[in-house]
């Protein structure tokens, strides 16, 4: 079966709730929540497969087989469902899933369903979930976590470029700012004296230069650019190009710390299946579960030289506000990035191109969507 | 806590025993079925001395679960003279301050308890200021 342009996959809903500490609620009932809402959106076309996007829910809620789960919540009995795991690019890999899904033929309508129940334990209960996501017998053995990551990334990025801590303010603050206009962000706004009155958490890393991780749910209803044209949908979001690209899991076993494999060839093989190049995008959402995490992202994926990540980038980046400014639903932000982007280009003055981008473990795996109007 | 899991690590947590691919005669750490160097079969036993330099390194205060009675806490990558970068604890460290490319060497230390479950106690390496 030959694909078409025909076939290209189209986003025709979206769900969404703000991120936040959502205690009065479950995993099952925010993930079925915006799966109908992104439903409803699309004129509740008959669902064929869901694939849920989620981290955490394993530990975090002593919960697995959530695609069995949430599809019965949602009142879709019967229909193919899954979960994809990818951490921090479970979310952009559930929407990847239900792209090849339709684009393949198998499947005529998908959702995609970014969750995750980030506040359900303790503190200390929950850094150790968070540290699922890292090289069990090698790092959190040895009292690794997410944040102590981050912190070795920048630090060795300050001492290899002879840089201070100061570099990332403007990055930081400028995350929070954006995120002051975003309805769906727990953040509204930083200032500088807030900024440099934060407590550093794990040196040269303070409490803002690490999102926030927080509960969340976002979802997209995905079809064929001809199931959209039959359901008489006016205005698809196209995506034009998906990839993933790995890179070692372990920071230590990374060829060179401060360049990210997986988010160059990622955005490369993203950009190609679009026909497109960097030039051709006018906007994007890069992934930013820290400050340094987005400095190594703009270099990597070539936007800026290396060494040169802290400074302004030439094209619009998270004017959503990122993971920094919105919060950070671990298996739920690639979603995030996606639906907000689908909303934003719904307006046509926003641009043609978005390139988004979700990235798993502090650089491991890299998901890649390109977004058209 | 997994007791099969941990006693099955003892050789790199009690002597960093890595390997030397036959290959190409990269040092690898930890092993692994394919040296990640050449791409070829990795299977050949090799020693690490425990000497190195710190590639980079942070300070924790907030632990995960099992390692609050550390906190806080130093966490470095460090480089062995070998070649390859392993995760792990800096001990032994008093005031002195860590910096980048500051020597150190292997030592044997408990990482973390199981809490009051079964008693059972994780050793293995850390690495300390070389003595002069």
């Known amino acids: 079966m030959a694909i078409t342009a025909s076939d290209e996959p189209v986003v025709i809903g979206t769900g969404i709730v703000p991120v936040r500490e959502a205690w ?73 899933a239900a792209c090849i899904a339709v684009q393949s033929g198998w499947v005529d309508v998908a959702i995609a369903l970014g969750v995750e129940k980030f506040t359900e334990v303790p503190g200390s209960e929950a850094e150790s979930a968070a540290a699922l996501t890292l090289n069990y017998e090698y790092e959190s053995s040895q009292g690794m976590t997410l944040q ?99 890179a070692p899991l372990s920071l230590h076993d990374r060829h060179d710390l401060l360049s990210w494999d997986a988010v160059r060839k990622s955005t490369l093989a993203a950009l190609h299946k679009a026909h497109l190049s960097l030039a051709d995008i006018d906007w994007l959402e890069l992934w930013d579960a820290s400050v340094i995490e987005l400095v190594l992202s703009l270099e990597s994926g070539g936007l800026l030289e290396a060494g040169k990540g802290w400074q302004s980038p030439p094209k619009p980046v998270n004017q959503s506000g990122g993971c920094l400014g919105r919060g950070n639903p671990v298996g739920a932000s690639g979603m995030y990035q996606l639906v907000e982007s689908v909303n934003r280009l719904q307006n046509e003055d926003a641009g043609r191109n978005a390139l988004i981008q979700a990235v798993g473990g502090c650089g491991a795996t890299a998901i890649t969507h390109i977004l058209s109007n | 806590m997994e007791t099969p899991r941990h006693w099955r690590l003892k050789k790199q947590r009690y002597a960093l025993v890595g390997e030397e691919c036959p290959h190409c005669k990269a040092k690898i750490f930890p092993p692994r079925d394919v040296c990640p160097e050449c791409g070829l079969e990795a299977k050949t036993v090799y020693h690490f001395s425990g000497k190195g330099e710190v590639y980079s390194y942070t300070s924790l205060t907030d632990a995960p679960a099992g390692f609050q009675a550390s906190a806080p806490y130093a966490i470095a990558l460090v480089k062995l003279e070998e070649g390859p970068i392993v995760t792990a604890q800096l001990t032994d460290i008093g005031n002195e301050p860590v910096k980048i490319g500051m020597p150190v060497e292997m030592v044997t230390r408990k990482l973390r308890d199981d809490g009051d479950e079964r008693g059972m106690i994780i050793y293995g390496y850390k690495f300390r200021p070389v003595l002069s």
Not at chain 1, 200 to 207: E, K, R, S, T
Request: with cysteine; aromatic share 6%; net charge negative.
């Open chain 1, 148 to 246: 102590a990551q981050a912190a070795l990334l920048a630090q060795r990025y300050l001492a290899h470029w002879n840089l201070s801590r100061d570099i990332f303010e403007g990055v930081v603050i400028a995350a929070y700012n954006h995120a002051a206009d975003n309805p769906n962000a727990m953040f509204h706004g930083m200032d500088e004296k807030r900024y440099r009155n934060q407590p550093i958490i794990a040196d040269p890393l303070g409490l803002y230069d690490t999102a926030f991780l927080a509960d969340g749910a976002a979802a997209a209803v995905i079809v064929r650019k001809s199931t959209a044209q039959a359901l008489g949908v006016a205005s698809p979001i196209f995506v034009r190009g998906s990839a993933n690209a790995v």
């Open chain 1, 24 to 96: 009065e609620t479950s995993l099952r009932d925010l993930g079925s929540h915006v799966v109908r809402a992104a439903l409803k959106d699309a004129s509740n076309p008959k669902v064929d497969a869901l694939y849920v996007g989620n981290a955490y829910g394993n530990v975090l809620s002593h919960q697995a087989n959530l695609g069995a789960l949430i599809s019965e919540h949602s009142g879709l009995c019967g229909v193919e469902s899954h979960t994809v795991e990818a951490a921090g690019a479970s979310g952009a890999g559930a929407f990847r």
